[in-house]
């Protein structure tokens, strides 16, 4: 939890949010997986030629 905290923009109490919501990180194979759980990463919703 001390490492978490040295990171920008990160409190205690969004730390005890991540904590609680993400449960044990150490179940995600990557950074990158995380953060799509999250739903913090870009996404592409495409359908023939629309794109939003």
């Known amino acids: 939890m001390q490492w978490?905290?040295?990171r920008p923009g990160v409190?205690?109490?969004l730390l005890?949010?991540?904590?609680l919501e993400a449960?044990?990180?150490?179940r995600f194979?990557?950074?990158q997986h995380l953060a799509?759980?999250?739903g913090t990463t870009p996404r592409v919703h495409s359908s023939?030629?629309?794109m939003r």
């Open 29 to 31: 194979a990557s950074a």
């Open 11 to 13: 409190r205690r109490i």
């Open 36 to 38: 799509s759980y999250a």
């Open 4 to 6: 978490r905290l040295t």
């Open 48 to 50: 023939g030629d629309r």
């Open 23 to 26: 449960g044990d990180v150490r």
């Open 16 to 19: 005890g949010v991540i904590a």
